[in-house]
């Protein structure tokens, strides 16, 4: 079998284990002794492999696939050939991140750079008065600052910067580059390379000389189990805190303003920009680009459209798009109209631009 290098194949682990642990009925009691090592894509799952599918629009990718066995939902059992046995469930697509993860825990976070045998380099540069708990590894070249402290557990990569008075939680991952000044983090946190938490926000007075710096004496609050992508860059609040929520996850190259508050299990794509002082509440999706207006309110599990510019609140529940956001049906009538306009227009000027 073909394998990459860079995430390896588990040594092993029964398909009927995998079912079990995971709460799936397997289609073929026989077949529970088959060893699973890996994931792939149905079109090219090998006799060790899990595959997933959530539509019948993967059906001829079945004719070339030869997995260990097909995750999916009962509509989709029929159509998987009779010799791959079918790990059944009603979301196979959740199931099959569990299992992901089963089989390849080391590629949930990011991983050591350096080669070492756990501890603290000895390239790296750790205040005397930091507290550093039992169990933390820091590579080469990172910097933790006075009074910071890392709890147990906890990975710090290459030249990540952990500022004087930081507080991080146990088993977090901040990758190399990171830099984390004024925050304090919960549990199980992950930082991707490159992501700036922490710096002074964006806030200044305009005066008789120019513009006049507002200070920013504010922190960033993460709680337990956050995920922040790779050159994501967070503001500390003016005054108040700038708090991410547990379990949000956050995609790479997004900016959070200072003192803006963003519920928990939230879900927010990359190039979203977050002006300052805005609350976003739980359960809250934001597409890819959109832009969010401050001083504003998101309610609870709203869903914000890609590239969508939020000029005012949004009520918990609902669905926004556009520019400015309206509620998508909304969005979407307003731009059939403008379609047909334009369609209409083109039908009158069309000898003309021949």
């Keep these: 079998m073909e394998y990459n290098a860079f995430f390896p194949p588990h040594e092993g ?13 397997l289609s073929d009691e026989a077949a529970g ?9 149905v ?39 009779d010799h791959i046995p079918v790990l059944i469930t009603k979301n196979p697509h959740t199931l099959f991140a569990q299992a992901g993860e089963l089989l390849h825990p080391s590629a949930m ?29 820091v590579e080469p070249f990172a910097v933790i600052g006075a009074n910071a402290h890392i709890g147990a557990g906890t990975w710090i990569g290459p030249g990540a910067i952990i500022g004087a008075e930081v507080q991080i939680g146990r088993d977090c991952t901040i990758a ?14 992950i930082i991707h390379n490159g992501a700036r938490i922490g710096q002074d926000g964006f806030g200044y007075a305009p005066g008789p000389r120019g513009m006049i710096k507002i200070v920013q004496i504010g922190r960033v609050i993460i709680q337990d189990h956050v995920e922040i992508g790779a050159n994501t860059t967070i503001d ?14 956050i995609d790479n190259q997004v900016q959070i303003g200072h003192n803006v508050r ?37 309610g609870d599990g709203a869903q914000i459209a890609a590239m969508s510019g939020v000029v005012s609140d ?18 979407l009538r307003d731009m059939a109209d403008i379609l047909a306009r334009a369609e209409d227009r083109d039908k009158k000027t069309g000898d003309k631009n021949v």
Excluded: W
């Excluded at 595959?51 to 097909?70: F, K, P």
């Excluded at 190399?176 to 946190?189: H, K």
């Excluded at 949004?314 to 969005?331: D, I, L, N, S």
């Design 13 to 25: 682990m029964r398909l009927k284990d995998i079912a079990d642990r995971l709460g799936a009925e």
């Design 33 to 41: 002794d088959r060893l699973v090592r890996s994931i792939a894509p």
């Design 43 to 81: 079109s090219r799952a090998k006799q060790d492999q899990l595959c997933y599918m959530l539509s019948r629009r993967n059906r001829e990718e079945l004719t070339t696939c030869d997995a260990a066995a097909v995750i999916c939902d009962t509509p989709l059992r029929s159509l998987v050939p």
């Design 109 to 137: 976070r990011p991983s050591a750079v350096a080669a070492q045998d756990g501890g603290i380099s000895s390239a790296a540069h750790i205040d005397p008065s930091a507290k550093i708990e039992p169990g933390v590894i």
């Design 176 to 189: 190399g580059g990171a830099s984390i000044l004024s925050a304090l983090l919960g549990n199980g946190v």
């Design 236 to 249: 500390r609040g003016t005054m108040d805190d700038t708090v991410i929520g547990e379990g949000t996850k």
């Design 262 to 298: 963003i519920g928990r299990h939230c879900g927010i794509v990359s190039k979203v920009g977050i002006a300052g002082s805005t609350r976003i509440g739980d359960g809250v999706m934001i597409g890819g680009a959109a832009g969010i207006n401050g001083h504003i309110n998101i």
């Design 314 to 331: 949004v009520p918990a529940g609902a669905k926004y798009g556009g520019t400015p956001a309206r509620p998508m049906k909304h969005f």
